[in-house]
């Protein structure tokens, strides 16, 4: 099996890559979850995670758990504690012209309090966090493998752990690839032309962008043409266990913040196509091109800038950009890693 780590912050849909990854044991050795501020703060989706895992029968260390940032590599004052109280009132303090401070902020009206509202997973879990940073754990997990096999990074959150990996230990980019949820060539969803994990860190997505690595990009073009339907909503309940309510509440509740923040009638399910693309990349159609991302203030903060044609950038073509994937394929993989979650 590819040797992957997943870099994460659950997260509604998250969850839904977690349990992709850890029940997909013939293609994939899932050999660690770092986790990362994002969609809640950092004790949130760290809680999240090990929620997940949790109520899907993993004992306690079977995988390793690292936390990583707590903030946007450029915003060291949003750290833990009080992550959440400062982000909040720098968005207070923003005038018409002052967009940024969207950065490092958490879309509470996407995925709630907890980060994952909408699922009664028992929260009193003992927590059995690894001691180690999630970028140290990531090289020294790394070191162990080569060029000719290395490790998958998948990651369904803000860079900002990979940034910091990569900077930290340039020897070991020959020894990863990375697939990424996130950016967006059309529509944004934290701003008209910006996606979530973008926008949180613009200069880790800038760091990991030209750092070298093999770079597969699953952006919003593509997760917004796999939307959980009422027939998919239905497939998930009928598995009919606690934990299956549970998921099919994370589905509910994302459902209606889609419909009520975006309009959507079915919510789409971003993460778990990255772990998708790593179970059969044959599924999918790629573009190879150039993909900047801007890294300034005002209207354009955090887009993802790609050169479709190869004509406008006078650089090397950087990243995967994945257009199509096998929708079909792709429901029934995740109906079948919830029924084996379901079971354990
Ligand atoms: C991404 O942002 C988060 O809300 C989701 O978990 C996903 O990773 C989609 O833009
Ligand atoms: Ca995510």
Not at 77 to 102: F, I, K, M, V
Request: hydrophobic share 40%; proline share 7%.
């Amino acid at each position: 099996p590819i040797p992957v780590i997943l870099d994460c912050d659950p997260g509604h849909d998250d969850a839904f890559a977690i349990i992709l990854a850890a029940f997909s044991p013939e293609e994939l050795s899932l050999l660690a979850i770092t986790t990362v501020s994002g969609n809640q703060s950092l004790e949130k989706t760290t809680l999240n995670a090990l929620r997940i895992l949790h109520a899907c029968g993993f004992k306690e260390n079977s995988i390793l758990v690292a936390k990583g940032a707590s903030a946007p590599l450029m915003l060291p004052e949003l750290a833990e504690p009080d992550n959440q109280a400062e982000s909040t009132a720098l968005n207070t303090n923003c005038d018409s012209s002052c967009y940024q401070p969207l950065t490092g902020r958490h879309p509470v009206e996407v995925h709630g309090e907890t980060g994952m509202d909408g699922a009664d997973f028992p929260l009193t879990v003992i927590p059995k966090i690894e001691h180690r940073k999630a970028w140290n754990l990531m090289a020294d997990i790394v070191q162990l493998y080569s060029p000719e096999f290395p490790v998958t990074v998948i990651a369904t959150g803000p860079l900002t752990n990979i940034a910091l990996f990569v900077t930290l230990y340039p020897e070991l980019r020959k020894n990863i690839r990375i697939v990424f949820m996130g950016g967006t060539f059309e529509r944004g969803n934290i701003h008209p032309t910006a996606e979530f994990n973008i926008l949180h860190d613009p200069e880790a997505a800038h760091i990991v962008f030209h750092s070298g690595v093999s770079l597969t990009m699953i952006p919003l073009d593509l997760t917004h043409q796999v939307l959980v339907t009422e027939d998919i909503l239905e497939r998930i309940h009928a598995l009919n266990t606690p934990f299956a309510k549970n998921m099919a509440g994370l589905i509910e509740f994302f459902r209606n913040s889609y419909q009520r923040t975006f309009g959507f009638a079915s919510p789409p399910l971003h993460d778990p196509c990255a772990v998708a693309y790593v179970l059969d990349p044959r599924r999918f159609e790629t573009q190879f091109i150039r993909v900047e991302v801007e890294t300034g203030k005002g209207l354009c903060a955090g887009q993802t800038v790609g050169d479709f044609y190869g004509h406008f950038f006078k650089k090397p073509k950087n990243i995967y950009v994945v257009q199509k994937m096998d929708i079909e394929w792709f429901w029934n993989r995740m109906l079948q890693s919830l029924t084996k979650a379901n079971e354990q």
